[in-house]
Every structure is written in structure tokens, then in C-alpha cells.
């Protein structure tokens, strides 16, 4: 029982250095979100999807793109990376997308040089 | 803005001992209102969740009563154990959406 899948969970980077951390679910979940996790801010929203083909942003959207193609996959892309964007990184998925009851991945911590 | 507060830990505790991490929000409208953990090395799971005023959560032991009149969710629980030692965030959603605010986290540390 898979659940919420997230890759790498450990990633260095050099500063504007690109990368893609992968969250797969096989849950067949319609809403997936991606949240970062700092020292003393909680998480924040950076981007979220109610469906395949559909993606909004959330609090914290400024250096992250995200696509969604399949039901399954949603990716989030750091196209050129600062070390502003060092943190550990959830990806959620949910069955409803409106009830709340988030399914988590391990999380990604990154850092970035 | 929406917002949830949340008492800063690390809360030490030894076992056996009674627990409340405190949890206020601010919210246009009315609020779902969540506690989530974090175990060690993994991801957030929910603990327990009440969607609408007075009424109260529970899971595992936690309990928690969505308080209207003081804007509150304080998370309880009679007895910890060492294996209750995590990360608690209080969470808020709004118009029964998955976009949760969460609170910067309590981490509680149980002692035998």
C-alpha cells in the first residue's frame, strides 16, 4: 500500500541549478498539493490541483512550476534554484478535495547551496 | 488574513502526565479546524477534526472541541505516552476546501 510517494528525499543543489521532485499516488485521488515545511513557519501552500489539467497556485507560488498530466503524478519544478528555497517539501494528496483529511508523503528536504 | 496560532513548544512532559497544546484561529467565515501529527522521519497525518462549533474530535486519545465564542482548538489528552513524542500543527480550512492553513507546529517530547 504505496499511498503518497515522493522522490528524491535528499537532494543538494547549487544555486540556479534545476530539479524536479516527483509525487506519485495510487490512491486514485483527485485533489494534490504541494506544501514546503520551515523552522517556526509551519507549511505553506505552494501549489495545489483539483484534477488532471488543472492547477492553481497557493501562498507561496514565486520560483515553482507544477503540471499535472495524470491523475496520478504531480510534479514540482525549481527551474532555477536559491537558497531561500531550502526546505523540506510535502506532497498531499486527497480523495474529495473537500473534506480536508490530507494524505501526506515522507517529504523532500533540499538544499540549496 | 485567516490564521492559526499555536503555543511554542518543545513541551516536555513525563509520561503518564496530562497534555494540552493550545491552538486559537482567525477566520473569515467558519472554519473546518484539524490536528495533524508528525512522527519522526515521516509525513503529516491526521489526528482528529471537528467541523463546526462545539463539536470535539477524537482519536487515539486526543480530544479537541471547536470553540466558537474563544476561537479555539486545544488539543488534550489524560494520559501521553513516550510514543505519543511528535510534531502537532493545529490546521484550518475554509469553505470545505482542502487549502489548510497550518500553525507553525508543537513539538512534544514524553519522557519515561
Known amino acids: 500500500n504505496a499511498g503518497v510517494t515522493q522522490t528524491p528525499k535528499f537532494q543538494v543543489l547549487k544555486t540556479g541549478q534545476s530539479m524536479t521532485l516527483q509525487c506519485a499516488q495510487d490512491m486514485n485521488h483527485e485533489y494534490m498539493s504541494w506544501y514546503r515545511q520551515d523552522p517556526g513557519m509551519g507549511l505553506r501552500l505552494i501549489h495545489y490541483?483539483?484534477?488532471?489539467?488543472?492547477?492553481d497556485q497557493g501562498e507561496v507560488p514565486n520560483g515553482y512550476n507544477v503540471s499535472r498530466s495524470t491523475t496520478e503524478d504531480f510534479p514540482l519544478r525549481l527551474l532555477s534554484a536559491a537558497p531561500s528555497q531550502t526546505s523540506v517539501y510535502f506532497c498531499a494528496s486527497s480523495p474529495t478535495g473537500a473534506d480536508g483529511e490530507l494524505f501526506f508523503g515522507e517529504g523532500s528536504r533540499l538544499t540549496v547551496l | 488574513g485567516n490564521s492559526v496560532t499555536q503555543m511554542e513548544g518543545p513541551v516536555t512532559l513525563s509520561e503518564e502526565a496530562f497534555l494540552t497544546i493550545n491552538c486559537t484561529y482567525t477566520a473569515t467565515g467558519y472554519p473546518s479546524l484539524f490536528w495533524y501529527v508528525q512522527y519522526p522521519g515521516e509525513g503529516l497525518q491526521l489526528l482528529l477534526k471537528a467541523t463546526k462549533a462545539d463539536d470535539k474530535g477524537s482519536n487515539k486519545g486526543f480530544e479537541a472541541t471547536y470553540r466558537k465564542e474563544t476561537t479555539s482548538f486545544h488539543l488534550e489528552k489524560g494520559s501521553v505516552q513516550v510514543s505519543d513524542s511528535a510534531v502537532y500543527f493545529c490546521a484550518l480550512s475554509l469553505y470545505n476546501t482542502d487549502k489548510l492553513i497550518f500553525g507553525t507546529g508543537t513539538r512534544l517530547q514524553v519522557f519515561p
Open positions: 490541483s483539483v484534477g488532471a489539467g488543472i492547477t
